[in-house]
């Protein structure tokens, strides 16, 4: 409750001997009371009493708290498998052709030999030492390194054609690289008929069917190769692809496991609103 304001009744002034009245003692009626309300006068004793000023309560302004700092985001590792690579099958393919060329150089140095029995001559290995004797083998290792490289992991299919091109390339370049090593050897008015008498010459015709049957025989052995390798191939992709699936759901549970663990509860902020004071309790006017 507001404090009652004290009133007071018209205070009846005897006069003094002189018939006048005592300027001290005044009407004390709040009607007439100076503007200043923090002020009141006394009734008893005409003393100024401070009354006290109650200031009207105002509802403080809300203090809205800030909501915490989200969690970092955590970052989640899984090791990736190594990534799938097919095997090929043209290591083995080179192997194969540079053994194959020792096979074709001893079988076309037999030949020769029978060539000479042929004609009536003795065995004459004289020819191991000419550089013209190694053309076919060094055009042979050239041709089926250079086919096994294309095929890699083909069939046999592919190799039965291709022995066909290394035979020719035996013939044809067999023919020209000889004409290239000798041409210091042929006048210039014989280099047509020189190439003509070497290009159906026995040897190089002999050749030429040798590197065919050799890169044919040769090749399948490689096609046989190249088909393991195919279906280890397959199998390899297979459990590539089974490891792909298992570190990806690895992945997908590690990750929403770190999501649930950064992702706490956070309250709804609260406003702080600072208590209404009461009214303040009436003080007694001192007497």
């Known amino acids: 409750m507001a404090a009652e304001r004290p009133t007071s009744t018209p205070a009846e002034v005897a006069p003094t001997e002189d018939g006048s009245t005592d300027g001290a003692a005044v009407t004390s009626d709040p009607a007439l009371a100076a503007p200043d309300s923090s002020t009141t006068t006394s009734a008893a004793t005409g003393e100024v009493v401070a009354e006290p000023v109650v200031e009207e309560p105002t509802a403080a302004e809300p203090v809205v708290t800030e909501p915490p700092a989200p969690p970092a985001q955590q970052v989640v590792y899984v090791q990736a498998p190594r990534p799938f690579v097919k095997k090929g099958n043209r290591g083995f393919g080179v192997l194969i052709a540079i053994l194959s060329a020792i096979i074709f150089t001893a079988l076309y140095a037999v030949a020769n030999v029978i060539l000479q029995l042929v004609d009536g001559l003795p065995a004459d290995f004289s020819f191991l030492s000419t550089l013209g004797f190694y053309a076919p083998t060094i055009m042979f290792a050239i041709g089926f390194i250079l086919l096994v490289l294309i095929v890699n992991r083909a069939g046999w299919a592919a190799h039965v054609f291709g022995s066909l091109l290394v035979g020719l390339f035996v013939f ?104 209404v004071e009461s009214e303040a309790p009436a003080e007694s006017v001192a007497p």
């Open 172 to 275: 044809f370049g067999g023919t020209g690289l000889y004409m290239l090593i000798h041409i210091g050897q042929i006048p210039s008015n014989q280099v047509g008929p020189t190439f003509e008498h070497t290009l159906f010459s026995p040897e190089l015709i002999i050749a030429g069917l040798l590197a065919r049957e050799v890169s044919l025989w040769m090749g399948a052995a490689i096609a046989s190769r190249g088909r393991r390798v195919k279906a280890r191939n397959v199998d390899a992709k297979v459990l590539y692809d089974q490891e792909i699936a298992a570190k990806r759901a690895e992945y997908e549970r590690a990750n929403a496991a770190a999501g649930a663990s950064s992702t706490a509860p956070v309250e709804a902020p609260v406003e702080a609103v600072a208590p």
